[in-house]
């Protein structure tokens, strides 16, 4: 089991110190790691592929919801906090979790062991994309290919486009086998995929570049 790379971001030193000792003492999560203020995550969040963060709501520089609502959709959060009242908040924000503080190991555990249950299947049909405030269900069977720009991911579709806010790297790692990196910019349905025509992929009027590190795999796995 590959092991879920996460980030504790709180302005408590010892509610810091305590979500350590817990990660600590669970095998398939790795601290990569830990803040006092959310603005302080931001470098390593543009450097990293992080799958997890312990994320404190009540935070002087930055509220924790607010800075939820900037992650790529794929980060789970986890959320503690003190304030019962903001739970409701947190859920609606699609949290994996809401813990309260004083945080008990056990509780933790309840928490980090629904990863599990999040995690992609092959039999999955769908993706849930964030773009903006907005979330956009897609049925996977009709995205043609995925293309970065910049900080943003496109979904193509044959009737439309999506963006969102995320890495090309970390979104590979949440898709199904029949979804296949060609290039450092684009993603493809293998299934959609009807010709190869010099270093290009026909996906019918379609033309997707084949880097040079790809075009290998791409022949051995599409022709």
Same mark, same amino acid.
């Given at each position: 089991?590959?092991?879920?790379?996460?980030?504790?971001?709180?302005?408590?030193?010892?509610?810091?110190?305590?979500?350590?000792?817990?990660?600590?003492?669970?095998?398939?999560?790795?601290?990569?790691?830990?803040?006092?203020?959310?603005?302080?995550?931001?470098?390593?969040?543009?450097?990293?592929?992080?799958?997890?963060?312990?994320?404190?709501?009540?935070?002087?520089?930055?509220?924790?919801?607010?800075?939820?609502?900037?992650?790529?959709?794929?980060?789970?959060?986890?959320?503690?906090?003190?304030?019962?009242?903001?739970?409701?908040?947190?859920?609606?924000?699609?949290?994996?979790?809401?813990?309260?503080?004083?945080?008990?190991?056990?509780?933790?555990?309840?928490? !980090?062991?629904? &990863?599990? #249950?999040?995690?992609?299947?092959? =039999?999955?049909?769908? @993706?849930? /994309?964030?773009?903006? %405030?907005?979330?956009?269900?897609?049925?996977?069977?009709?995205?043609?290919?995925?293309?970065?720009?910049?900080?943003?991911?496109?979904?193509?579709?044959?009737?439309?486009?999506?963006?969102?806010?995320?890495?090309?790297?970390?979104?590979?790692?949440?898709?199904?086998?029949?979804?296949?990196?060609?290039?450092?910019?684009?993603?493809?349905?293998?299934?959609? !995929?009807?010709? &190869?025509? #010099?270093?290009?992929?026909?996906? =019918?009027?379609?033309? @997707?570049? /084949?880097?040079?590190? %790809?075009?290998?795999?791409?022949?051995?796995?599409?022709?």
């Amino acid at each position: 089991m590959s092991r879920t790379k996460c980030l504790i971001i709180d302005d408590e030193e010892l509610a810091r110190g305590l979500l350590k000792t817990y990660v600590d003492k669970v095998e398939f999560l790795e601290l990569v790691g830990s803040f006092e203020s959310p603005l302080d995550a931001l470098p390593i969040l543009k450097s990293e592929t992080i799958d997890l963060i312990f994320l404190d709501i009540q935070m002087p520089d930055l509220k924790g919801t607010d800075f939820a609502k900037l992650l790529a959709p794929e980060t789970k959060i986890i959320f503690t906090t003190a304030y019962a009242e903001y739970a409701l908040e947190g859920f609606d924000l699609n949290a994996l979790d809401y813990l309260l503080k004083p945080i008990t190991f056990e509780r933790f555990l309840t928490a !980090v062991n629904k &990863l599990e #249950s999040k995690n992609p299947t092959e =039999s999955q049909t769908t @993706i849930t /994309v964030k773009s903006g %405030y907005d979330l956009h269900k897609i049925n996977l069977e009709e995205i043609t290919h995925i293309e970065s720009d910049s900080e943003y991911v496109i979904f193509y579709t044959c009737s439309k486009k999506v963006m969102s806010n995320q890495s090309l790297k970390s979104l590979e790692r949440t898709l199904p086998n029949n979804f296949m990196r060609v290039h450092r910019s684009f993603i493809v349905n293998k299934n959609k !995929v009807t010709g &190869l025509k #010099s270093r290009d992929l026909l996906l =019918s009027e379609l033309r @997707i570049p /084949v880097s040079d590190s %790809y075009f290998a795999l791409v022949k051995k796995e599409l022709f």
